[in-house]
C-alpha cells in the first residue's frame, strides 16, 4: 500500500517536473507562441504587397515563354521602375502613366521588355480608371493567369513572349465594347511605335475582333 502511494507520487511529480519547464517558458515569454502561429501569415502577406508572392507564380509557368532573360539580365535593360513592374508585378500609381490618356488613331502599342507587339491603336478605349485600357490584345500576344494576391481573385495579364507583367483583365463591367473586357495595363509596361509595323509582321490578325 504504502509502495503504491509512494510509486504513485513519484509519477506525478515526474510528471511535474517534466511539464513545469514547459509552462515556465511559455509564462516567461509569451511572444514566441504567438509568433510562431503568425509569422506564416505576415510575411507572405508582406510579400504579397510587394510581389514576390506572385512572383513564385511566375517561375511555375515562365518556362513557356520564348525570352528567358534571368533578372539580372532584365535589369541591364530596364529602369528600375520598369523591372519594378514588368519583372516584379508591381503597378504604377493610377494616373501617372503616359499612356493613360493617349489615343492614336494607328500605331501598335509593344511590351516594354521584349517590344513583342501586345495592342493595336484602335483596342484602346477610355475607361476613367487611370490606367491605358484596352477591350482585346493582338491573338495571342497576351496570356492570363489566376491572380490570388490581397485575397482577390484577379486575372493577371502577362506578355505571351518573356512574360513581363502588363496588368489585369476585368470582365463584364459593362463598357461599351465588343468584347465587354478591360485589359487594364500599366503604362511603364508598354512602349509606341506610330506605326503598324510590328503588328504586320505577326500577321496582323488583330484587325478582324476590332471590326465587330
Ligand atoms: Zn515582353
Redesign the pocket.
Known amino acids: 500500500m504504502r509502495s503504491t502511494l509512494t510509486r504513485l507520487f513519484y509519477t506525478l511529480s515526474n510528471l511535474t517536473r517534466t511539464s513545469a519547464p514547459l509552462r515556465n517558458t511559455y509564462s516567461l515569454r509569451p511572444g514566441p507562441p504567438q509568433l510562431r502561429s503568425s509569422m506564416p501569415i505576415i510575411p507572405s502577406f508582406i510579400a504579397s504587397l510587394f510581389g514576390t508572392t506572385a512572383a513564385s507564380n511566375m517561375s511555375s509557368s515562365s518556362s513557356s ?1 520564348p ?1 528567358q532573360r534571368t533578372p539580372d539580365e532584365w535589369r541591364a535593360v530596364l529602369n528600375k521602375e520598369q523591372f519594378r513592374i ?1 519583372r516584379e508585378k508591381g503597378t504604377e500609381p493610377p494616373g501617372s502613366g503616359k499612356f493613360d490618356k493617349h489615343y492614336p488613331t494607328t500605331g501598335v502599342y ?7 507587339p ?1 495592342y493595336k491603336a484602335n483596342h484602346k478605349f477610355s475607361s476613367g480608371c487611370g490606367w491605358p485600357a484596352y477591350y482585346d490584345s493582338i491573338p495571342g500576344a497576351v496570356t492570363r493567369h489566376e491572380d490570388r494576391a490581397f485575397g482577390m481573385l484577379r486575372t493577371e495579364i ?7 507583367h502588363l496588368g489585369h483583365v476585368f470582365k463584364g463591367e459593362g463598357f461599351p465594347t465588343p468584347t465587354d473586357e478591360r485589359h487594364c495595363v500599366n503604362s511603364v509596361s508598354l512602349s509606341f511605335s506610330p506605326d503598324d509595323e510590328p503588328v504586320k509582321k505577326e500577321g496582323g490578325e488583330g484587325e478582324d475582333k476590332s471590326k465587330v
Open positions: 515563354y525570352d514588368l509593344t511590351c516594354a521588355g521584349c517590344h513583342a501586345l502577362v506578355c505571351s513572349n518573356c512574360g513581363g
